[in-house]
């Protein structure tokens, strides 16, 4: 049986206010499983409800397309013509392309969202902010099994040189794996937020840098990427172990 609370309280010892501040399970369906506390629960149905029409029409359609016909409301869910990832691997061309995970950027309410599928009916969902001035129009960047990551871990030129994409990533929660304190988490976090970082320069190349330098580098969304990926990775252990599988007409309160 699966232990919503027991889940909450994972998910609420894995966010970080200042760079992910909530974390929460849904259904295919936009039904709320578990989530990290505090919680504004409207917000969240608004962002579940907002994955699922998106997920839902980012699956139906072939990832070699340019562009995704859909809309809600005065937002286009697209996928850019100069975006790479919406491109089908070399390697994965026979038979229909799953998706993997979802990138939604939202300008109006300055962060952004990250979604990836732990089961078939399962999704896990990363609220992370964004840098002032990162976010201008509200896109999407969908994920098919054997697509590329977004975003990537293969630095620009402008990351090598030293500018990077986003917030430094709190020393110690930068995704590695799922924390299993609340409290150390917040710690370090605070620590990591009150030390002024180093010149991102400082004579060292790209391949000199230390992990934590290369997240910095990267940016916050890639730390929120890396979260989310970790936080995924151990839940799904979790209920493979457990023997846990989400029923697919399943609906919860």
Same mark, same amino acid.
């Given at each position: 049986?699966l232990?919503?609370?027991?889940?909450?309280?994972l998910?609420?010892?894995?966010? !970080?206010?200042?760079?992910?501040?909530?974390?929460? &399970?849904?259904?295919?369906n +936009?039904?709320l499983?578990?989530?990290?506390?505090?919680? /504004?629960?409207n917000?969240?149905?608004?962002?579940a409800?907002?994955?699922?029409?998106a997920?839902n029409?980012f699956d139906?359609?072939?990832?070699? =397309?340019?562009?995704?016909?859909?809309?809600a409301?005065a937002?286009h869910?697209?996928?850019?013509?100069? /975006?790479p990832?919406? $491109?089908?691997?070399?390697?994965s061309?026979? @038979?229909?392309?799953k998706?993997?995970?979802?990138?939604?950027?939202?300008?109006?309410?300055?962060?952004?969202v &990250?979604?990836?599928?732990?089961q078939?009916?399962?999704?896990?969902?990363l609220?992370?902010?964004?840098?002032?001035?990162?976010?201008?129009?509200?896109?999407?960047h969908?994920?098919w099994?054997?697509?590329p990551?977004?975003?990537?871990? %293969?630095? #620009? /030129?402008?990351?090598r040189q +030293? #500018?990077?994409?986003g917030?430094?990533?709190p020393?110690?929660?930068d @995704?590695?794996?799922?924390?299993? =304190?609340? =409290?150390?988490?917040? #710690?370090?976090?605070? $620590?990591?937020?009150?030390?002024?970082?180093?010149?991102?320069?400082g004579?060292? #190349?790209?391949?000199? &840098?230390s !992990?934590?330098? $290369?997240?910095?580098?990267l940016g916050?969304?890639?730390?929120?990427?890396k979260?989310?990926d970790?936080?995924a990775?151990y %839940?799904?252990?979790?209920?493979?172990? $457990? @023997?846990?599988?989400?029923?697919? /007409?399943? =609906?919860?309160?």
């Open positions: 049986m232990q919503i609370k027991g889940i909450s309280e998910l609420t010892k894995n966010v !970080d206010k200042a760079i992910y501040p909530h974390i929460f &399970l849904m259904s295919r +936009g039904t499983i578990a989530y990290s506390t505090p919680v /504004d629960t917000e969240a149905k608004e962002i409800a907002m994955v699922t029409l997920w029409d139906r359609k072939d990832p070699s =397309s340019f562009s995704i016909a859909m809309t409301g937002h869910f697209h996928a850019s013509a100069s /975006d990832y919406r $491109k089908p691997s070399k390697t061309t026979k @038979g229909p392309r998706l993997n995970a979802l990138t939604i950027q939202y300008p109006e309410k300055k962060c952004s &990250l979604a990836r599928e732990i078939a009916n399962l999704i896990l969902v609220m992370g902010t964004a840098p002032r001035g990162t976010l201008t129009e509200f896109k999407t969908a994920e099994v054997g697509s990551r977004f975003p990537p871990t %293969v630095p #620009t /030129d402008r990351q +030293g #500018t990077p994409s917030a430094p990533s020393k110690g929660t @995704g590695s794996r799922p924390s299993s =304190s609340a =409290s150390q988490e917040s #710690t370090t976090a605070q $620590k990591a937020r009150a030390v002024k970082p180093a010149p991102l320069n004579g060292k #190349t790209w391949e000199e &840098l !992990d934590y330098e $290369k997240d910095i580098r916050a969304l890639h730390v929120q990427r979260k989310l970790s936080v990775v %839940v799904r252990n979790e209920f493979s172990v $457990k @023997g846990f599988q989400m029923p697919i /007409d399943a =609906s919860f309160p």
